[in-house]
């Protein structure tokens, strides 16, 4: 009896280890039902942005956009695949802190807040604000934007220039964790206008004819997108020397042609 017990065990213990393996397999897949010996690094990010990343219905709910094509190649010089995760804007920095995610590509400026809980690669893109509002409005600087309400995306850097603007600006400011919500208010009243970043909003601007916009002058320019990784990640260095090289030998502008000016 005692034997039986054994043997039963034994074979428990084999069936949990199979299991096992098989998870980490299918966590390691292609996506195309192929077995795949590279490891699977995690990124985050909010699936809101068009170009940078946003939902493909037409392709089952895939996320695509300019992160996620430069998160991939540079993955697979590195012999990583990735799996996306998407997630709200204001809970990508936790998400590294608390190591759900190995890394974060969603349009996010490298500011110093920020820098205090992640480290940043070096800068992939440079953009600018924008404010929209319906045609008409009579929105057209930002002195225009007194007495009225301006919607930014929650914890993003568009709600850093709000604080700033508020200053010299009597406004009030409102936070949506996305960005449709932003044009969602828009059009239905309840916001005046919203303040996105311009290559952003050139995407509205064609799905939607009411909409208007225009740049916000900067002294300086502004400090761009780049990669957040949790601090002291050994990835950061990787990431940032295959920047680099796709700077240097012309796949990042290509990257940019594809996603910035394909019309």
Known sequence: MKKVIMIALSMLLVGLLAACGTSEEASSGNGSGEKSDKKVLTMGTSADYPPFEYVDSAKGEEIIGFDVDLAKAIAEKLGYEVQVK??????????????????????????????QNVDFSDVYYTASHMIISKKGSGIESLEDLNGKTLGVQ??????DKAE??????????????????????????????????????KGYFEKNEDLAGFTIEEAEAEAGSAIAFPKGSELTEKFNAELLKMKENGELEELIVKWFDNK
């Open 86 to 115: 998407d997630m709200d804007f204001n809970g990508l920095v936790p998400a590294l802190e608390t190591s759900q995610v190995d890394f974060v590509l969603a349009g996010m400026t490298p500011t110093e807040e920020r820098k």
């Open 154 to 159: 929650l914890a993003s850097i568009q709600a």
């Open 164 to 201: 700033e603007i508020g200053e010299t600006v009597d406004m009030t400011v409102e936070n949506r964790n996305r960005i449709p919500e932003l044009v969602q208010e828009i059009m239905a009243g309840r916001f005046d206008a919203a303040m996105i970043e311009d290559t952003v909003a």
